[in-house]
């Protein structure tokens, strides 16, 4: 893989994270050492991305024990679930998030042969395992959704499921990066992704580093596109994929499920199996995180509409499993029917 800026850190006892919220213009790195620091971090977006968000929480969680001052094992894992329980509160949609901090607190409760001291030692482990899995999945992500492209292929993805996303290759972009290494011809469409501006700011900026041919678009632009026969696959990530394969994605992604339907392209989504929630039935039973309006009315440094005007801002959408062509995972391609097979992945 081309050079890459790294996202996530973990050195000298303490977690470093690129601070995402100032890319694409400066590639700095802010370091976190209490829970409360990993809780903002993630709530303000310094790091973002359901897999990036899983990893961090993971040493949150180690950083959240380290704080708990008892040699009581009890006492300990009373604390530890509090502790869970608060890092849970920082962003709601992405599953990544309780899915490490559940990983967490099981792992203590395993171990409580052991003193709290050594318990803490091997809970960094645990973290640095959920960090060194996240690299091997998206890996193994990008090798299957290969096998559904070929050379020449024209892609369009939303918002960022890159590497800064992850810990290495990303989820939607896995492929890209393994096309690079086979010398494929592609080219890749970005959309700019409002209001954060995720596609702009962050895949642009990664893709673009690493000499993948990339066009920014904006989010109105996708169907332009589509109509000039430019895309032969939609590729995105997920926050959540409940079971019976709906899936919670950046704002956004349900409108370009639509436009696949329309123009007969693909739409694939790529997500690790801890994105897979088989306890949320449905889509309509994922957490829909809303933010600021300042987001939408002041993204750009100045007011684009009155201050005091009423604004709407979902951080994710829903797209209904019928808009899906299929869900890649690191242990295989799921097809419709999505509720009976996202089923055997996990058997
Ligand atoms: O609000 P964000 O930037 O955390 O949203 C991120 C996304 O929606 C990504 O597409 C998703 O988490 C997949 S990341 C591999």
Not at 61 to 67: D, I, T
Not at 90 to 99: E, F, K, Y
Request: charged share 25%.
């Amino acid at each position: 893989m081309s050079k890459q800026v790294t996202t996530i850190e973990w050195k000298e006892d303490k977690l470093f994270l690129l601070d995402q919220t100032v890319l694409p213009n400066v590639v700095a790195y802010r370091s976190f050492d209490t829970i409360q620091g990993v809780w903002d971090a993630i709530q303000d977006m310094i790091v973002r991305g359901a897999p990036a968000i899983g990893v961090t929480a993971a040493y949150g969680m180690y950083l959240g024990a380290k704080s708990i001052e008892t040699s009581e094992m009890s006492e300990f894992q009373k604390g530890y679930k509090k502790i869970g329980e608060y890092l849970a509160t920082s962003r709601p949609t992405a599953v990544n998030l309780s899915w490490a901090i559940d990983r967490m607190i099981d792992f203590s409760q395993k171990n409580d042969q052991l003193t709290v001291d050594k318990l803490k030692e091997q809970l960094l482990e645990e973290a640095k395992l959920i960090h060194k899995e996240d690299e091997e999945i998206n890996y193994k992500i990008g090798e299957n959704m290969l096998s559904l492209l070929s050379d020449g292929c024209g892609l369009l993805t939303h918002c960022n499921a890159g590497a800064l996303a992850t810990t290495k290759y990303g989820t939607a972009t896995a492929a890209m990066y393994l096309a690079q290494e086979k010398n494929w011809d592609f080219k890749v469409y970005s959309d700019e992704t409002r209001p954060r501006l995720q596609g702009s700011n962050l895949t642009a900026f990664e893709l673009h580093q690493a000499g993948i041919d990339v066009t920014v678009i904006t989010d109105s632009m996708a169907a332009v596109i589509m109509s000039k026969g430019e895309i032969d696959a939609i590729i995105v990530g997920a926050d959540r994929v409940a079971a019976n394969g709906d899936v919670a994605n950046k704002i956004g992604t349900f409108n370009l499920s639509i436009l696949a339907k329309n123009f007969n392209i693909p739409m694939y989504i790529a997500v690790p199996t801890p994105t897979i929630d088989m306890q949320t039935k449905t889509g309509a039973e994922i957490p829909i995180e809303e933010r600021d309006s300042h987001e939408v009315i002041k993204g750009f440094g100045e007011f684009t509409a009155p201050k005091d005007v009423k604004v709407f801002n979902p951080a994710f959408d829903v797209t209904p499993h019928e808009n899906i062509t299929a869900i890649v995972t690191e242990k295989g391609i799921v097809r419709a029917p999505f509720e009976e097979n996202l089923k055997k992945l996990f058997e």
